[in-house]
């Protein structure tokens, strides 16, 4: 008597750490909770945390999942060539997505690539930046007679809203908003630089687009961001490029028939 106790004493516990490994076992198959870890990965990574219920959702998941498999199987359906496919797409997928995930994890981005770019933009978009006005005709002749109608009182900002041709800023009285002089077309910009804060061309300004007349209402050193405001998406950028590159290293080295 003693000796059976013993032995099912010992079975319970041989049983404890198969179920501990396992959620649940459907129709005899068990669901490994190793499953959930992968769910809960990819919850997480979805920026959604992984309370108590939702961590019951997911284990309801994987069993509703292996019933419903074991039902598609019993059909034979795991058998097609459609499904053969798109297994094997799959596997591409999660297999790629490892791929690039190792590289980025080996080759990271550093706090010093972050700052020359920065650098590097900063250099760029540096300088001075102009809150400028422009009334855009298709005629010198326009142009002329505009600038002769405002040098006798008439307002800028009426005549751009009724003459202007760039519907963008015609609208707001050519008001083009504070920009760098490297935003705009070199004949725009050249002319527009000369001008002291409140001055206006005295003749019209040729470019591609037709004849401007403009106005520079005020003049300031350009705003950046702070470093801190804008390394997240630097480094986002610089890792993208860091993928891409390493994809097309890979693509060019393949030997493609």
Same mark, same amino acid.
């Given at each position: 008597?003693k000796?059976q106790m013993?032995?099912?004493?010992?079975?319970?516990?041989?049983?404890?750490?198969?179920?501990?490994?396992?959620? =649940?076992?459907?129709?005899?198959?068990?669901?490994?909770?190793?499953r959930?870890?992968?769910?809960?990965?990819?919850?997480?990574?979805?920026?959604?945390?992984?309370?108590?219920?939702?961590?019951?959702?997911?284990?309801?998941? %994987? #069993?509703?999942?292996?019933?419903?498999m074991?039902?598609?199987?019993?059909?034979?359906?795991?058998?097609s060539?459609e499904?053969?496919?798109?297994?094997?797409?799959?596997r591409?997928?999660i297999?790629?997505?490892?791929?690039?995930?190792?590289?980025?994890?080996?080759?990271?981005?550093?706090d010093?690539?972050?700052?020359a770019?920065y650098?590097?933009? =900063?250099?760029?978009?540096?300088?001075?930046?102009?809150?400028?006005?422009? #009334?855009?005709?298709?005629?010198?002749?326009?142009?002329?007679? %505009?600038i002769?109608?405002?040098?006798?009182?008439?307002?800028?900002?009426d005549? =751009?809203?009724?003459?202007s041709?760039?519907?963008?800023s015609?609208?707001?009285g050519?008001d083009?908003?504070?920009?760098?002089?490297?935003?705009?077309?070199p004949?725009?910009?050249?002319a527009?630089?000369?001008?002291?804060?409140?001055?206006?061309?005295?003749?019209?300004?040729?470019?591609q687009?037709?004849?401007?007349i403009?106005?520079?209402?005020?003049?300031?050193?350009?705003?950046l961001?702070?470093?801190?405001?804008?390394?997240?998406? #630097?480094?986002?950028?610089?890792?993208?490029?860091?993928?891409?590159?390493?994809?097309?290293?890979?693509?060019?080295?393949?030997?493609i028939?």
């Amino acid at each position: 008597m003693k000796k059976q106790m013993l032995s099912a004493a010992v079975v319970a516990l041989m049983a404890v750490p198969a179920l501990a490994q396992n959620i =649940a076992v459907v129709n005899g198959k068990p669901v490994p909770s190793s499953r959930v870890e992968v769910l809960k990965q990819q919850v997480e990574a979805s920026g959604r945390p992984v309370t108590p219920e939702v961590l019951a959702q997911i284990k309801e998941e %994987l #069993i509703a999942r292996e019933v419903f498999m074991q039902e598609a199987k019993k059909r034979g359906l795991d058998g097609s060539e459609e499904f053969k496919n798109q297994i094997e797409l799959a596997r591409q997928t999660i297999l790629i997505r490892q791929l690039f995930a190792d590289f980025q994890k080996k080759n990271p981005v550093t706090d010093a690539d972050v700052k020359a770019e920065y650098d590097k933009f =900063a250099a760029a978009n540096g300088g001075k930046e102009y809150r400028a006005r422009h #009334i855009l005709v298709e005629k010198e002749d326009e142009a002329k007679a %505009l600038i002769a109608e405002i040098k006798k009182g008439a307002k800028f900002e009426d005549l =751009a809203k009724k003459a202007s041709k760039d519907p963008g800023s015609g609208a707001n009285g050519g008001d083009l908003d504070w920009a760098a002089a490297g935003s705009y077309v070199p004949e725009f910009s050249g002319a527009m630089t000369k001008l002291e804060k409140g001055q206006m061309t005295e003749s019209p300004v040729k470019s591609q687009f037709g004849f401007h007349i403009i106005r520079v209402d005020d003049v300031r050193e350009a705003q950046l961001p702070k470093l801190e405001e804008v390394k997240p998406q #630097i480094s986002q950028q610089l890792q993208q490029q860091k993928l891409a590159k390493f994809q097309e290293e890979l693509r060019s080295k393949a030997k493609i028939q």
